[in-house]
């Protein structure tokens, strides 16, 4: 018998109500034949709730103690759907993280998780028993203490039980039907992708398309786990879909796209991250060792540095430019020019007020010329490019804010993504 | 170096301000000295939303997963209590019932205590970590599910670990300042024991002084816990008072309140149950298998019977009456119509409005006439006297509900009780 994963936020989960339109989503696939395992995580309000007395407690608290409080969120959930689904006639257990169990680092408040045992849990799913697990949690065995795995773990839950599992997929029920184009507030013509590879969907995620966390999307391609976003909207007594008929998006293996299609498109989506800051150092002596003294008080103050661009240097100085999240912006421009004396570079100069645009496609590793049209296209609409960087699947251009409407319009047409 | 128990219920840990003033109670018994473990129950209010959320699912549920659900109150009191006194620079660490672990067996929402091991706590302990133990909950370590102890179940937790780590004492810190010679409310003129014996307190707490669950009692009197009642409103920053010096009930062996003072009091208290109600069945005729025809259907309409009174027979047949409890009076009488062809009675008597008084006291062993006496003081007041129960340490008479405050008042005075 095919296993399924099913997961489900908070805001799906806020009420008895919501959690019987969860069951009978979960009824409906169980009816399908699917041995089903949900993950849950907790009702909608409550881990702020939790989260907040914590913080009233103390500023500076233990997290193995954070973790104890706030991994109660799920448990309460976990047990309410399996009590909604005994009583539609479904039979099923709750299963908490140290139950099953799932085993994580002892890094408390953002654990990683090290293994799942899923035996136990098909053991009782091949019973007929829906498995509903709390989401975000774990446990450090050698401690024994409870774990979470920092916020929006759930889906990391989901994707990570469904590889323990060996399910034929993960659905990730959410508040969108899926992964668009772009976002459609920015681009209305933006349309909803069928399927988009996992190392796709990872720079989506990571650029600014917030449907999935991005340590699911890794763990999902790591594990080849299809991971299919559908809308938790959907009428829950409609007749059975996959994810071949149902409206969402369906995160699988290259193979799997190209497969379904005779030519593949070049470009999959166009990501904008609003939230970045510019910083440019000038004329630093282009010397081994200079990377380090830059980006070592960088990483010392725990700013997450992005992009990064460092041309060929001139006279044996080079310019280096990097972007950090716009609320560190002040704290990086501090590192550096304390720093200043042991980089020694001529000029330090930011720009907070700038916009990270990428376009992300598969097919660009086979099609030459992509990263040429974006440029030429946007030259065309006098947008000027501040710095560019690109990899094997995708293509960042970071320009001024003022013209990042225009520029993700610009691209999504360019690349024939309008619908 | 001394172990400690301290428990707080709901009403002590509602808020974090709260949550404060017990962790400086904490902080003055670890200033004295004592190595301390403390049970706290869930914050107020939260148990109930718990159980309601429960009860919306379905009216029928699953005990294990209420029990899945209810456990995680005291798991969240006890992680922000932990966290309290880390800041206020007490070492402390939270433990939930399956982390002790505290097994129990599997009546899912009444579960029994079956063994603590106490050797992780007290290894901590001794290492001069405060112990911030989830009351209310344990774990059937066969199955690996949650389990709870029933409403009330942290003050049996606290006596449980108390004497699974070999505590001098057990404080339970309520909203009364300990055990009275009878409710204030109805004799202002009841004054506070220093001291009870368990077998006393045990009569008090089951004849409706509503301090301390029977349960605990039971097993403080099993283990010899020394359970010390105390008012959660004292100063938590007054200097540190033992069981000898501050004010509350110490509950305790006989032998300690002997050897106390020079002659023990015959009476220590009056206690009296208003929710019961008689029953009575005439002319039943007196062979053997008659009080197992009576209640037989009372035990399988799930009613416990109180006071049972069968006097001997004359001409081969009696009368018995026995007391249930008020709420359970229609569904007896219903069950004994029903089996009136087994039983074989001539007519069927029930009163609803009527309370059991009771006289306890340890000294009663040793004095002749206390009953007599009782009897005598009821009768100069007019009081009738509808049946009567002895045990070794207890009286136990019914009379209409009308003169409660009179029989209780005289009763009290009768006993030199009146401070």
Chains 1, 2 share one sequence.
């Not at 085993?103 to 498995?131: F, N, P």
């Not at 007749?239 to 190209?258: F, Q």
């Not at 720009?351 to 645009?357: L, S």
Request: hydrophobic share 45%.
């Amino acid at each position: 018998m095919a296993r399924l994963v099913m997961k489900f936020g908070g805001t799906s989960v806020a009420t008895i109500d919501r959690i019987r339109t969860v069951a009978r989503h979960v009824k409906r696939e169980v009816a399908a034949g699917y041995e089903v395992a949900v993950v849950v995580s907790a009702m909608s309000g409550k881990t702020n709730e939790l989260v907040g007395w914590v913080r009233e407690a103390a500023t500076l608290h233990d997290a193995r103690e954070y973790d104890a409080v706030v991994a109660s969120g799920e448990q309460v959930t976990s047990g309410l759907l399996a009590i909604t689904l005994q009583n539609m006639g479904i039979s099923a257990r709750s299963w908490l993280g140290w139950q099953i169990p799932i085993a994580t680092d002892d890094a408390h408040g953002s654990a990683r998780i090290l293994s799942i045992d899923g035996t136990a849990l098909t053991d009782r799913m091949a019973q007929s028993e829906v498995a509903v697990i709390a989401g975000f949690q774990g446990i450090h065995l050698p401690s024994g203490r409870l774990t979470t795995l920092g916020r929006g773990g759930s889906d990391t839950s989901a994707v990570a039980i469904a590889a323990a599992i060996g399910a034929e997929r993960c659905d990730i029920y959410t508040d969108v039907d899926g992964v668009y184009t772009t976002d459609p507030r920015v681009v209305p013509r933006a349309r909803r992708l069928d399927k988009i590879a996992f190392e796709e969907m990872l720079e989506m995620a990571s650029l600014g398309a917030k449907v999935l966390q991005v340590r699911s999307v890794e763990l999902a391609m790591v594990h080849q786990v299809r991971t299919f976003v559908r809308s938790s909207f959907e009428d829950p007594d409609a007749p059975h879909m996959g994810a071949a008929e149902a409206a969402g998006t369906l995160i699988c293996d290259e193979e799997e796209i190209v497969a379904n299609q005779m030519e593949s498109q070049v470009v999959t989506g166009i990501a904008f991250a609003r939230d970045e800051a510019q910083v440019s150092i000038r004329r630093v002596a282009d010397k081994p060792g200079i990377a380090a003294a830059v980006f070592g008080p960088l990483a010392d103050a725990h700013i997450n540095v992005d992009m990064i661009v460092q041309n060929v240097s001139a006279d044996g100085f080079t310019d280096i430019t990097f972007t950090v999240p716009t609320a560190d912006f002040e704290r990086a421009k501090d590192a550096l020019a304390k720093a200043r004396g042991a980089i020694g570079y001529e000029t330090l100069e930011g720009e907070a007020d700038v916009v990270k645009v990428s376009v992300i496609g598969i097919g660009m590793r086979s099609h030459a010329g992509v990263a040429a049209e974006a440029f030429k296209a946007l030259a065309a609409k006098g947008i000027n490019i501040r710095a560019i960087t690109t990899s094997e699947i995708k293509i960042s251009i970071l320009i001024d804010a003022a013209y990042t409407e225009l520029a993700v319009r610009t691209l999504h047409s360019l690349y024939g993504l309008d619908s």
